[in-house]
């Protein structure tokens, strides 16, 4: 078993006009990370730079040469080079930083993975989220504009395995195939036409890569299953009854700045779902 006392690094990215999402991330941890934290630079200016580090000085900031390879940034593959960013860690794992934690102990459930495992991450699968045709129409697009008819037809009928939270071991094949199908496929693709996510999918469902698959509430997919608030125990949960809190809330799609009704306390409260947003919005009404 890699457990969280291994040698573990984890990485996040964002340029400026992801700042203030980074900064949440960061701050719902406060420095409770089982290894080192990595923030990629994918465009911050010297001053937010300045205040992350001001702000959060256990996490280390480092560049990457985006604008002379912008194809780094556009098809996500920089997920795929952890290891070459910074060398020497048994796991590596990767936070989106759209994502926070309400439980930052999620972290240490990440980066323990069986010997047989290579990678843990979650599904987006869950009772809550029901069917969503946005989401099947872009499985489609995504593998119709990456493989052959027949092979983009069977993986769009796999439940997606999301690349936003994951962990890895350092000497895993995953990285060097990983990163090696998406050098292939931006020949004669423009790096929008390739998913990072989609080829980590292939490498799972198809090339038999190990995958340990943890709780939705591990990295909550906001857009299709809005969260209710418990006001008797200050968080966050799943839509329904008898479920557990959910750990790390992933803004995905309009998530990041969609308002909506929660009842909180006997009354209805419009709000955001970030960080700042819960604190100021929810916490203050319980």
Not at 203 to 230: R, S
Not at 244 to 270: F, N, S, W
Request: net charge negative.
């Amino acid at each position: 078993m890699t457990g969280p006392s291994d040698n573990a690094a984890f990485f996040t990215g964002a340029d400026s006009g992801f700042l203030s999402l980074l900064d949440d991330l960061l701050s719902s941890l406060g420095g409770k990370v089982p290894g080192d934290f990595y923030v990629l630079d994918f465009g911050l200016d010297e001053a937010e730079v300045l205040t992350i580090k001001h702000r959060h000085p256990w996490a280390k900031t480092v560049s990457l040469p985006y604008e002379e390879h912008p194809q780094i940034l556009h098809s996500f593959m920089y997920k795929s080079m952890l290891p070459q960013f910074v060398g020497g860690y048994d796991v590596y794992a990767w936070v989106d930083a759209d994502i926070w934690f309400q439980d930052p102990s999620a972290l240490e459930d990440l980066i323990t993975l069986a010997p047989e495992t290579e990678i843990n991450l979650i599904a987006e699968a869950h009772p809550a989220y029901g069917a969503f045709e946005p989401v099947s129409a872009w499985l489609r697009d995504t593998y119709g504009a990456m493989f052959l008819p027949e092979l983009a037809a069977e993986m769009a009928q796999k439940i997606p395995l999301n690349a936003g939270l994951f962990a890895a071991k350092g000497n895993s094949s995953l990285w060097s195939r990983w990163q090696a199908i998406l050098i292939e496929l931006l020949k004669d693709r423009a790096p929008g036409a390739v998913s990072d996510q989609g080829v980590l999918n292939y490498l799972i469902y198809k090339e038999g890569l190990a995958a340990g698959v943890l709780p939705a509430i591990n990295n909550w997919m906001a857009h299709l299953a809005p969260p209710k608030w418990d006001t008797d125990l200050e968080t966050l949960c799943p839509p329904g009854d008898n479920d557990q809190p959910i750990r790390a809330l992933h803004l995905t799609a309009d998530a990041k700045d969609m308002a909506y009704p929660v009842m909180c306390d006997g009354q209805t409260v419009e709000t955001g779902f970030r960080y700042t947003d819960v604190r100021r919005n929810l916490r203050k009404v319980s």
